[in-house]
T-cell receptor, first 112, second 113 residues
Framework: TQLLEQSPQFLSIQEGENLTVYCNSS?????LQWYRQEPGEGPVLLVT?????EVKKLKRLTFQFGDARKDSSLHITAAQPGDTGLYLC????????????FGTGTLLAVQP | DTGVSQNPRHKITKRGQNVTFRCDPI?????LYWYRQTLGQGPEFLTY????????KSRLLSDRFSAERPKGSFSTLEIQRTEQGDSAMYLC???????????FGPGTRLTVT
């Protein structure tokens, strides 16, 4: 069974601080995706990482895929209240459907 | 707007009633997925369509749940004889056949009283 564990589960920080969210598995994933979800809404795709060791930047967000493709991290620089939300990592199941296996989620609150 | 849409956004029903949700995927996407999400958890896979064919169903999907995707366009998810444990956010996502990237709708929040 492929599982994705995220840490921390909850994070409450002040505006301007930096933070890192981790997504770990004992299984290899062909790719990992990061989503952000706001209350009452569906997840919004932020990025997909495919190659081991890959680093992608999206403004103040930096995503890294581990060399062995078993883990990923999301680093936010100078967090803003608009970054508040549930951050989810997800990877495709090994089967043919590409159904996503989601991580346990990290709930981020950025206080102004 | 050509994103994924879901209706209704919220549904409150009494235990034992039937409910039906609709999902309209991105028009070019031939894969459509249903997920269920409970508070504080990540979404869990329920079922998947490629065009009009339902190719996989999770063990989470009891006999009270049925999904269709006639003509390979929109999809419906019906829950019969709802139970309080069915209360959750029901999410629909779509993708191209060749892509791992799924795009989600806003979800339908179901509350069973």
């Amino acid at each position: 069974t492929q599982l994705l564990e995220q840490s921390p589960q909850f994070l409450s920080i002040q505006e301007g601080e930096n933070l890192t969210v981790y997504c770990n598995s004992s299984s290899v994933f062909s790719s990992l995706q990061w989503y952000r979800q706001e209350p009452g809404e569906g997840p919004v795709l932020l990025v997909t990482v495919v190659t081991g060791g890959e680093v992608k930047k999206l403004k103040r967000l930096t995503f890294q895929f581990g060399d062995a493709r078993k883990d990923s991290s999301l680093h936010i620089t100078a967090a803003q209240p608009g970054d508040t939300g549930l951050y989810l990592c997800a990877g495709p199941d090994r089967g043919a459907t590409n159904k996503l296996i989601f991580g346990t989620g990290t709930l981020l609150a950025v206080q102004p | 707007d050509t994103g994924v849409s879901q209706n209704p956004r919220h549904k409150i029903t009494k235990r034992g009633q039937n409910v039906t949700f609709r999902c309209d995927p991105i028009s070019e996407h031939n894969r459509l997925y249903w997920y269920r999400q409970t508070l504080g958890q990540g979404p869990e896979f329920l079922t998947y369509f490629q065009n009009e064919a339902q190719l996989e169903k999770s063990r989470l999907l009891s006999d009270r749940f049925s999904a269709e995707r006639p003509k390979g366009s929109f999809s419906t998810l019906e829950i019969q004889r709802t139970e309080q444990g069915d209360s959750a956010m029901y999410l629909c996502a779509s993708s191209f056949f060749t892509s791992y990237e799924q795009y989600f709708g806003p979800g339908t929040r179901l509350t069973v009283t």
